[in-house]
């Protein structure tokens, strides 16, 4: 029955394609384009405006490998940056998750609230946190005044050696609660009769959690970390809103770095080739981020 | 572990998201002086001065205006033109869908933010900063590939027996499309739309990137200006920051649960 229906239905036909045609039109000019550009550039010497484009060749590659301490202290400033953002944001997603996985009336009222940071934009956020970290007016350093800590009054985001750190904590702040929202995702879709029979075997929580939860939440974490990863990343919004790279470049990350050397310095073909490294750096990190995951099961 | 903490561990956190939400509500009541004698407490008197003084000295209704557009236009826009590839991409033969799937999603693995500079470059050169459309178009585009994700996802779920029997009674392609991908598709078409609606409502680096005039600022653009604008005024960035929110706050709190599965049907397919 099935064959016959399959014999006369238009199998051969490619009008399909009028309907994927703008779409890809669109995004071939608008975003292909851009991004062949990027590569192209990388190869030059431009200001971006003037009409002569000298060909370089690899030199702005070699010239950030070899002679660029700033481009250094970025690339290092931005694994950093993710790295604590990561550890941190991941480990706290699935506390929370395993805490709230059922869908109790608290279970439910929690995750919305934890959830609430995600909907709001980061340059809100920035603004807000920059509230709190104020040292003078802010409510962090209230706090530690109200509870007695008067000679404890950081200047979180002023203090080259804390500031990155401060960001990453309003990052995980941002953004934990949707990360626990795909572990409890994650965490439904494991069958309940597995911990009944782990439980008439006699095994604990904790081990009950080596041997079935983290091995079956496997695919749910390598998720966490990549999007988690990416996102921290691209933080170009926060840091900007917040630090602008500063104090002395000690905040400033990749995406940062190329805003500011194409637009700002008007320097197009190095902005280009930190772009073209920086893509490369997000692969190689996703490639390490999975064999080191999976090695732990 | 004992109840104790776990009550414990889950109060410190409602606090420390609460906490600075609650903040930023009452102080837009507040001036600077009672802001910062004590950041916690209610307002002596709940004036609305703040808010009529952000309305009088910025331009914060024009920029609503603008992010209201680029916003509705760029989410519909990106949700048809998705949506009609997405439908293609599956009833096209195996290979030649594989393959235009496979273009879009390479989008996924190029951030955006990778190709700024070539992206503001290029826009420039068409005449297409300072302008809400070169902002609509770039919304589109970064946000194609995500939706296509989704909806051929989606479209690849429903039986083809049903198209199939359809094209037999003689439904053509669009008819099919109207007829039976879109509405079948209406809770992926949702998830998708509030996905978008929250990127495109609360982004920065385009408007950042392509627009220097002041009467074309979204709200994001306009709030990073009050940080120079409103020096360490910080009742008056709240304010700003709670009107440039309030939009995606009262959506949130009435379709909760739509949005929270629609983000994260964003987050988990990205």
Redesign the interface.
């Known amino acids: 029955m099935?064959i016959t229906?399959?014999r006369?239905?238009?199998?051969?036909?490619?009008?399909?394609?009028?309907?994927?045609l703008?779409?890809?039109i669109?995004?071939l000019i608008?975003?292909?384009?851009?991004?062949f550009?990027?590569l192209r550039?990388s190869l030059t010497r431009w200001d971006?405006y003037s009409p002569d484009v000298e060909f370089v060749g690899l030199q702005n590659y070699q010239t950030l490998i070899t002679a660029d301490p700033v481009f250094t202290s970025t690339v290092s400033n931005s694994l950093r940056f993710m790295l604590v953002v990561v550890v941190f944001q991941t480990l706290f997603s699935l506390?929370?998750g395993l805490?709230?996985v059922r869908n109790t009336k608290t279970g439910v009222a929690?995750?919305?609230?934890?959830?609430?940071?995600?909907?709001?934009?980061?340059?809100?956020v920035g603004?807000?946190?920059?509230?709190?970290y104020?040292p003078?007016?802010?409510?962090i350093n209230?706090i530690f005044r109200e509870v007695g800590l008067t000679t404890f009054q950081p200047s979180w985001l002023g203090n080259e050696k804390i500031a990155l750190y401060s960001l990453a904590a309003t990052q995980v702040?941002f953004h934990t609660?949707?990360?626990m929202?795909?572990y409890v995702?994650g965490l439904q879709q494991i069958p309940q009769e597995l911990y009944e029979a782990a439980s008439v075997d006699g095994a604990n929580?904790w081990r009950k959690f080596v041997s079935i939860t983290w091995p079956l939440l496997l695919p749910t974490t390598i998720?966490v970390m990549a999007?988690t990863t990416?996102q921290s990343?691209?933080a170009?919004?926060l840091v900007?809103?917040m630090t602008q790279g500063g104090p002395g470049g000690s905040t400033e990350i990749l995406?940062t770095l190329?805003?500011r050397t194409?637009?700002l310095n008007l320097n197009?073909g190095l902005?280009?080739a930190q772009?073209?490294v920086?893509?490369l750096l997000?692969f190689s990190v996703f490639w390490i981020q999975r064999r080191a995951v999976k090695l732990t099961t | 572990m004992p109840r104790v903490v776990k009550a414990l561990i889950l109060t410190f956190v409602a606090l420390l998201i609460a906490a600075p939400v609650y903040v930023v509500i009452v102080s837009t009541f507040k001036t600077n002086a009672e802001l910062f004698e004590n950041p916690s407490g209610l307002p002596a008197s709940w004036s609305f001065a703040n808010y009529s003084r952000l309305f009088v000295e910025s331009n914060i209704s024009q920029n609503f205006a603008n992010s209201v557009i680029v916003t509705a236009v760029s989410v519909t826009a990106a949700l048809i033109l998705a949506s009609l590839a997405s439908f293609g991409i599956t009833r096209l033969m195996r290979v030649s869908g594989l393959l235009l799937f496979g273009f879009f999603i390479v989008g996924l693995a190029i951030p955006a933010q990778v190709n700024i500079i070539p992206i503001f470059l290029f826009f420039k050169s068409l005449g297409l900063t300072n302008s809400l459309v070169g902002l609509i178009i770039i919304n589109v585009v970064t946000t194609l590939p995500i939706s296509v994700f989704i909806l051929t996802t989606f479209f690849r779920q429903l039986p083809s027996d049903m198209f199939e029997s359809a094209a037999m009674d003689g439904a053509g392609y669009l008819r099919q499309y109207f007829s039976i991908a879109l509405p079948l598709s209406a809770p992926a078409m949702s998830a998708t739309a509030i996905f978008l609606l929250v990127i495109v409502w609360n982004d920065l680096l385009y408007p950042l990137l392509l627009i220097t005039e002041e009467s074309k600022r979204t709200l994001p653009l306009a709030l990073l200006a009050y940080q120079g604008e409103f020096f360490a005024d910080y009742t008056m960035i709240f304010t700003g920051v709670l009107v440039a929110s309030a939009p995606m706050v009262i959506l949130y709190i009435a379709l909760q649960r739509f949005f929270i599965a629609g983000l994260t049907s964003g987050a988990v397919k990205g």
């Open positions: 099935s229906k399959k006369l239905a238009p199998i051969h036909s490619s009008r399909p394609l009028l309907f994927v703008p779409a890809a669109l995004f608008f975003y292909m384009v851009p991004a550009l990027t550039y971006g506390i929370l805490m709230l929690l995750r919305t609230l934890y959830f609430f940071p995600t909907i709001l934009s980061s340059i809100s603004l807000i946190w920059l509230f709190m104020d003078f007016f802010g409510l209230y702040w609660g949707q990360m929202v795909v995702a929580a998720l999007y990416l990343f691209r170009f919004e900007w809103s995406p190329i805003y194409g637009m197009v902005a280009t772009s073209v920086f893509m997000i």
